[in-house]
Structure formats: structure tokens, C-alpha cells
């Protein structure tokens, strides 16, 4: 029988007593860690969202504490491992201590990694065509510029189309802007009972599913409700089988966060009536203009009609609530309104507001009784000079349109396809409206032209004809005879096809009163948006106004906010995706089974190969 030496014995327990200690001051920093860490948890993430240092302390007191202990595990396991050697048992209790210290070191480092990440990064990267999981670029710099709260409520059902989307958005804002952006995402069907009696109390709009957003220091007295309803649509157009469905959260959050930062103050925009425009109250045959009204209301506009009282231009005036004036598609003379027009685009007062205008401005009918059938005048075209802007008698007919070898030609030549100008390099506000969008087809465009110079207005070209066109001044001429005449004689084609775009939406800037002959700024910056002209009305009559997200509206809606110097709405987009049903003869086997079998021969195999190395 043989012993121990009672030294190496000794060692054994010295070693033993060692390690106990460490582990219980290993132990009470664990303990004190967590405890500290749940107290003073706070802190860290206020810290890792607003970069706010003034009670991080605390939680470094709790990193400190969980260190000591560690420290003490540490020392403890170096000041045993020399005894490794004479125990076995004593050998896998430090391999085991060593195996632990460094697992919680790691598994602590990714903890933190993964908090860092999760609430300075908390949504995903976002590499869809659309950009659903990512905000515009006007809505991210809105958001982060807010300097008063903004409280929004989601109380909607989690299988409404909407809801994940909805929640991205929200999250997305409030991450661009946690100190005054934040929202509560409250799912119906597991809402607590208490909190939506709570709200319903607090906001009478609450009636039915939908988001309240509210803004400002008293949430109650300054909030709207948006129905869950309005959130996304849905368009079976184009077949049953890839329907569209547009995504339109952003939008209208974003216009009713611009309403209340206004104190609910609707913005007025007064539409011409009595000039042969198209009406604000009946459909007539080619269109009124009763969908872009409704549309407008539903924006958060106030509009009016804006008619003559007297045909003594003296006794007309605009109204001094107004903040934008539209004049659409006038067939007649508006000698009666002009002046009125004129004195409220440049008052005379000291101090006074300057008005703000958009035309539009399509071709007329002609004139029967002069040579050539010319358009007739309806005095907005000596009006617009005065602000840069040539209405050209001139309608823009089509011939055919593409580039290149891929010529498409057009049947109805009145039909127009139009775009940006330098689409890349454009950077008016109003192009974001059309940038992305396809080139658009407008009916019955009359071309515009820049003046070079008209005091301090310039007007810049937006858009314009992107197609093979001529110009017809006569509007009693058989325009799809001239169209065969073209086709066929080569020569005439050569002298009145025009392949260069031709402007057909100008947008007017007036420099300041005063400018600083010293400023380092570019000729175009720092001027104030004045006016719009369209050379074509008829996109904005009912037959051309599908709803809030087609590209018609959202340009007049543009143009609307471009001239009152709001630019925030503009290039807000509803997002747009298609969902596809599989096939009725779909196999199972090659979309679920085979790959599941796959999988597992992957791992039998992978296994097999580790297993083979080990016994070797």
C-alpha cells in the first residue's frame, strides 16, 4: 500500500482552498454584477442611443464588480495551476475553470456586440428594390431635425397588410431620432384591456383601428388619426395574377406630421373657375377636376374655387388667406382675374406675402376666324413673361418615341412622353417626384421656353418631350393626317422632327432683393420658389388621377408644397411591390422535401468525416 507524501497532500488541499476562494469571489461578482446590471441597465442604453455619459457610472460600477470577481477567478486558477500535476481530479477542475472563464469572456463580448448593434443598428440592412425596410432621404432629415416631441400609437391587428411595414417605418424614425421621436406598437389582438381605454380616453379619434399621431408638449389637444385602411392599397389592373400593392405609411405619417407642426393650420390653395377651366363639382365629358380636389382634401388641403365677382378687374382680388392659386387649363380670356393675380404675385406693400402660383397651361382651342388658326389667348401667356416663362402657341405632337434601334411608333400623337431633364444630374426638388418613375405620357402639351432674363425670376427646365415631335401652331389642322404626311415624305420629316427634348415644365426662382456681392453661394442657392408651369391641364382631371400614389398627383402635390417652401413631402413615395401565387401544379417535393433531405445527408455526411478523422 502506498502513500501520498504528506507535502504533496498538503499541496492538494492548499490548491483545493485556492480555487474555492476565487470561485466565491467569482461568485459574489457574478451576483453583484447582474444585480447592479438589471438596477442600472438604463443607463447603457441611453448611452448606446443618444450618446447621453451624464449616469453611465453606474453600470461601470457593476462592470467593475463583475471584474474584481473575475480577477479574483483569475489569480486564483494561476496561483493552482502549479499544483496541476499532482491531481488529476484537481487537473480537470482547472481545466473545467479555465474552459468557463474563457467561454463567459467570449459569450460576455458577444453579448455586448449584439446590444451595441441591436440598438444603434435595429433594423436590417436594407437591399430590397423597393427600400421597404429604409426611409427617404427628406423623411430621415425631417425626423432628425424635430426639436419637439412626437408621440405615435400603432393600434392595429398584426395580420393587416400593413402592420410589418408600418413597424419599420416607425422604428426606422424613432432611431433617426430617439430623444423626440417615439412610438408604442400596441397589436389587438393581445392589447392590454386597461391601456386602450386609457387611449381612447386621452383621444377621441381612437375608433377604430388606425395609428394617432400626436406632436408637440400637450399630445391631447394636437393629434390626428390615420385609418389602418389608408395605410396600403391594393391594384388587381394588371391581372390577378401579380397584383400591385403600394405601401403608403411613409407618406402619411409624413403629411400628418406636417399638419400638426403647422397647429393644424390647412393650407389654401384656390383653383380659377369661370375661364372654361375644368370644373371642382361635375365630371364633364373630358374630365373635372373633382378627384384631384378630393385627393387634395385628403392631404390636408383646404381647397377653394377662385372666381370673378365683377367683370371690372378693379373690384377682383385674391383672397389674403390663400397660399397657393392654381390655374388649370383656361380656354377663355382671364382678363377679369389677371390684374387680381398680378397685384397678389408682387404687392406693393411694404412687408407684404408674395403669392405663389402654378399653371397649368394646355393647348386652346383655335381661333376660327384668323389665318392659321392660331390658339386663342387667355392673357396668362403675357402674364408668365413677366416671371421668365414663354407659353408658346405651339402644341407638341409625337411621332414615335424610344432611341435607337427600338422606335416605337405612336397612333395618337397627342399622347406625349415626357421626363427629366439630366435625370442624373437633376436637382430640383420637384424632379425627386419623377426620379425612378418611368417616363410619363401627358395629352395635349403646349411647349414652354425660359426667357433668358426677366429681372429676378429664372425659371429652370424640369421636364420636357423625350420623343420624335413636331409643333403645330394651327389647331384646326387633322393632326393624325399630318402624322401619315410625315411617315411617308422623308424631307418634310427631316425639317420638322425634332429629336431634342422640348420643356414642358418649368420651374420659376426669385433671386433676393438684396444680394451679397461677396456670398460664396452658387447663383441658384438661397433663392425663393415663386412658380410652377405645366404645359399640359389634362393630367389633372379625373381620368388621369388614379389616387394619391400615382405620379400625376404627386407632382401637382409637388409643385403645391415646392412653392409654399415645403419641401419635405416631396420625393416621399409610396413603396411599391408585387406578390405572386405559386402555380397550381407546384411540386412539393422539389420546394420542400428534397431540400430538407439534402440538409440532412449534408450533416450525416459532414459527421460521418469527423468521425472517421477521430478514429485515426
Request: glycine fraction near 8%.
Amino acid at each position: 500500500m502506498t502513500t501520498e507524501p504528506r507535502s504533496e497532500i498538503e499541496d492538494s488541499q492548499k490548491a483545493y482552498l485556492i480555487l474555492l476562494g476565487g470561485g466565491l469571489l467569482g461568485a459574489l461578482g457574478f451576483v453583484g454584477f447582474f444585480i447592479s446590471a438589471w438596477w442600472w441597465w438604463t443607463p447603457l442604453v441611453t448611452w448606446l442611443r443618444e450618446g447621453t455619459t451624464e449616469e453611465l457610472w453606474q453600470f461601470l460600477v457593476a462592470e467593475v464588480v463583475l471584474f474584481v470577481g473575475l480577477g479574483g477567478m483569475f489569480a486564483a486558477f494561476q496561483s493552482a495551476r502549479r499544483f496541476e500535476r499532482i491531481d488529476p481530479t484537481l487537473r480537470r477542475v482547472l481545466y473545467g475553470y479555465n474552459a468557463f472563464l474563457q467561454l463567459f469572456l467570449v459569450g460576455k463580448g458577444l453579448a455586448l456586440l449584439i446590444v451595441f448593434f441591436h440598438i444603434r443598428y435595429p433594423l436590417p440592412f436594407d437591399t430590397t428594390e423597393g427600400g421597404f425596410y429604409s426611409l427617404g432621404a427628406k423623411t430621415k432629415q425631417y425626423i432628425a431635425a424635430l426639436d419637439r416631441p412626437v408621440e405615435v400609437y400603432m393600434v392595429m391587428d398584426v395580420r393587416e397588410p400593413a402592420y410589418a411595414n408600418m413597424l419599420t417605418v416607425l422604428t426606422e424614425m424613432q432611431s433617426a431620432n430617439p430623444r423626440y421621436f417615439h412610438f408604442e406598437d400596441i397589436p389587438l389582438m393581445n392589447a392590454n384591456a386597461t391601456r386602450l381605454q386609457d387611449l381612447n380616453k386621452r383621444f377621441k379619434q381612437l375608433t377604430r383601428p388606425g395609428i394617432i399621431v400626436a406632436y408637440g408638449d400637450k399630445p391631447e389637444n394636437n393629434a390626428t388619426f390615420i385609418a389602418s385602411g389608408e395605410l396600403s392599397n391594393e391594384d388587381y389592373s394588371r391581372g390577378e395574377q401579380s397584383p400591385r400593392r403600394d405601401f403608403n405609411g411613409e407618406v402619411r405619417l409624413m403629411q400628418e406630421l406636417m399638419f400638426l407642426s403647422e397647429n393644424k393650420k390647412k393650407p389654401i390653395v384656390y383653383i380659377t373657375q369661370g375661364h372654361g377651366e375644368p370644373s371642382m363639382q361635375d365630371r364633364g365629358e373630358k374630365g373635372g377636376l373633382t378627384r384631384l380636389v378630393q385627393l387634395l382634401t385628403q392631404g390636408n388641403f383646404d381647397v377653394r374655387p377662385l372666381t370673378a365677382i365683377s367683370p371690372d378687374p378693379k373690384k377682383n382680388s385674391v383672397p389674403s388667406d390663400a397660399d397657393v392659386v392654381m390655374v388649370i387649363g383656361p380656354q377663355r380670356s382671364m382678363s377679369d382675374i389677371i390684374p387680381a393675380l398680378g397685384t397678389w404675385m408682387n404687392p406693393t406693400e411694404p412687408g407684404a406675402h408674395k403669392g405663389r402660383l402654378v399653371a397649368m397651361l394646355g393647348p386652346t382651342q383655335g381661333i376660327e376666324d384668323r389665318p392659321g388658326n392660331p390658339m386663342a389667348d387667355t392673357g396668362m401667356e403675357e402674364f408668365l413673361r413677366n416671371f421668365g416663362v414663354t407659353a408658346t402657341k405651339e402644341q407638341i405632337l409625337m411621332l414615335a418615341y424610344g432611341s435607337g434601334g427600338n422606335l416605337y411608333v405612336e397612333d395618337d400623337p397627342v399622347n406625349v412622353v415626357v421626363d427629366l431633364f439630366n435625370p442624373d444630374e437633376a436637382r430640383n426638388p420637384l424632379a425627386l417626384v419623377v426620379k425612378g418613375h418611368s417616363a410619363q405620357r401627358w395629352r395635349d402639351v403646349r411647349r414652354l421656353e425660359p426667357l433668358p432674363a426677366a429681372g429676378s425670376f429664372q425659371a429652370e427646365a424640369v421636364m420636357g418631350s423625350k420623343c420624335l415631335a413636331w409643333t403645330e401652331t394651327d389647331m384646326k389642322i387633322s393632326v393624325h393626317a399630318t402624322m401619315e404626311r410625315l411617315r411617308r415624305d422623308k424631307t418634310e420629316a427631316e425639317q420638322r422632327i425634332k429629336g431634342e427634348m422640348m420643356p414642358v415644365l418649368l420651374a420659376v426662382t426669385e433671386s433676393p432683393a438684396n444680394p451679397d456681392p461677396h456670398s460664396m453661394r452658387q447663383p441658384s442657392e438661397g433663392r425663393t420658389p415663386r412658380l410652377v408651369v405645366f404645359g399640359c391641364s389634362s393630367i389633372a382631371t379625373d381620368p388621369y388621377m388614379r389616387d394619391s400614389s400615382g405620379p400625376n398627383f404627386e407632382l401637382i402635390r409637388g409643385s403645391i408644397d415646392w412653392t409654399r417652401e415645403h419641401y419635405t413631402n416631396i420625393g416621399v413615395e409610396p413603396k411599391s411591390y408585387r406578390f405572386f401565387r405559386l402555380p397550381v401544379l407546384t411540386s412539393f417535393w422539389n420546394l420542400f422535401y428534397l431540400p430538407v433531405a439534402a440538409l440532412l445527408l449534408t450533416v450525416a455526411g459532414l459527421g460521418l468525416i469527423v468521425w472517421n478523422v477521430r478514429r485515426s
